[in-house]
């Protein structure tokens, strides 16, 4: 893959921090976005701007196109069987909390389980106590391998058939561990439970097809993959979302409103209630053009190598742990002896270098781990080995600074 030409696509990139040259190593958190999604929502205010849907003026028939037209690349991208089961929603916490409102809690009650990890971001950790607690099911947990990874076997050992949902990450935003999760929902289905997935940290770097996976959701965000913030994905089985309640209400998501009662447009509208995220839609679709155009197999050659040479470089500065498994996805969590995540990522903020510090929406994960917060790397299709080179750097500067002052 030709990085520089990449990066040169990312006008973000081009500049200095605190007199250095950015080196960008925050992805997992939200990915930059290139001239091709920024110029495609610019495109959208300055010459179509307009509401979709409703009217049959020509801008409103621009911006109909397009938004609808973004619901048909999502559906290629993820390869869903119809374009109704494609929701747009704000993001990956939106789209949980669909199921976890609409379904599950018409759907669950005493007796029956909720199955999860404890690797799962709180946006698939707490719509799920919340659902426990209104229908007096059980959540349950997966438990965790030393090197942060789940076995099929303890799963087949949760998993029961008082299960009616197991919700997994499909790849960990701390460890970076990829979960089986094609090989779990055959698991869950054999139990006559459905099967979430939350794809916030996979979508955006490998190929998905969630008929191949056969899960029964599969939710994401634009803003983790080169798209905008504020919008995301739902993918659900058209048979199930056909039995689904909406959960906003008003316009847009109505077919008929009289006094007393309402009833509801078909898939996908129902679930897309008042004015759509309409520029952030057509930003998601240049987005998956952008990443398409690329592809996702360079993408992940790419990636892979970072992650190996990241692992390779980091393991060599003494006092700092590295916590996940050997074969991950593209990010190392870590931590240096006696310092604060915050303190180290402070330090390299200063030198121009951008990482993640805190508890990462993962606090069940830090006790599992036994630490209060990790630091994070996270690569993308534009970094280098020259991002991790300088990481690495700034991270014996800081142990240095840190070593004379303990």
């Known amino acids: 893959m030709d990085v520089k030409a990449i990066r040169e696509q990312f006008p973000i990139l081009d500049q200095e921090v605190n007199g250095n040259p950015l080196v960008y190593l925050d992805s997992s958190a939200t990915s930059h976005k290139p001239l091709a999604v920024i110029e495609a929502i610019d495109t959208y205010y300055k010459k179509d701007n307009s509401n979709v849907h409703r009217g049959v003026h020509t801008l409103g028939t621009r911006a109909t196109d397009k938004y609808e037209g973004a619901r048909d690349k999502v559906k290629d991208f993820i390869n869903a069987s119809s374009r109704e089961e494609v929701i747009f929603t704000r993001g990956t916490t939106t789209s949980i909390n669909t199921v976890a409102y609409s379904y599950a809690r018409a759907n669950l009650g005493e007796g029956d389980e909720i199955v999860i990890t404890p690797m799962e971001h709180h946006s698939n950790i707490i719509p799920w106590q919340q659902v426990a607690k209104a229908t007096g099911a059980t959540l349950k947990y997966i438990p965790l391998q030393p090197?942060?990874?789940?076995?099929?076997?303890?799963?087949?050992?949760?998993?029961?058939?008082?299960?009616?949902i197991v919700a997994m990450v499909h790849v960990s935003n701390v460890l970076g561990t990829v979960n089986p999760v094609k090989d779990v929902a055959e698991i869950a289905h054999d139990h006559g439970a459905v099967m979430l997935v939350d794809g916030a940290q996979s979508a955006p770097h490998m190929k998905i097809d969630v008929q191949d996976l056969n899960c029964d959701f599969f939710a994401f965000s634009a803003h983790k993959m080169c798209g905008p913030t504020g919008i995301g994905v739902l993918y659900g089985k058209k048979e199930l979302l056909k039995n689904m309640e909406p959960v906003e209400f008003g316009g847009e998501m109505i077919d008929f409103v009289n006094l007393y009662d309402s009833t509801w447009k078909d898939l996908p509208w129902k679930f897309e209630g008042g004015t759509p995220i309409i520029a952030g839609a057509i930003g998601l679709g240049a987005a998956i053009d952008f990443l398409n155009q690329v592809g996702f197999d360079t993408i992940a050659s790419h990636e892979h190598e970072l992650a190996s040479y990241a692992m390779e470089k980091l393991s060599l500065i003494d006092g700092l742990t590295i916590y996940g498994p050997t074969e991950r996805s593209s990010l190392v969590t870590f931590n240096l002896d006696q310092v604060h995540p915050?303190?180290?990522?402070?330090?390299?903020?200063?030198?121009?270098?951008?990482?993640?510090?805190?508890?990462?929406?993962?606090?069940?994960?830090?006790?599992?781990?036994?630490?209060?917060?990790?630091?994070?790397?996270?690569f993308y299709l534009y970094n280098t080995n020259e991002d991790i080179d300088r990481l690495v750097d700034g991270l014996r500067k800081a142990k240095e600074y840190f070593g004379d002052v303990f």
Not at 147 to 164: F, I, R
Not at 342 to 364: E, K
Request: overall charge negative.
């Open 147 to 164: 090197d942060g990874t789940v076995t099929l076997e303890d799963v087949k050992t949760t998993v029961t058939n008082n299960t009616k």
């Open 342 to 378: 915050h303190d180290t990522a402070t330090v390299l903020d200063s030198m121009g270098i951008a990482i993640r510090a805190g508890h990462h929406c993962a606090q069940p994960l830090m006790k599992w781990l036994e630490v209060t917060a990790t630091a994070r790397a996270s």
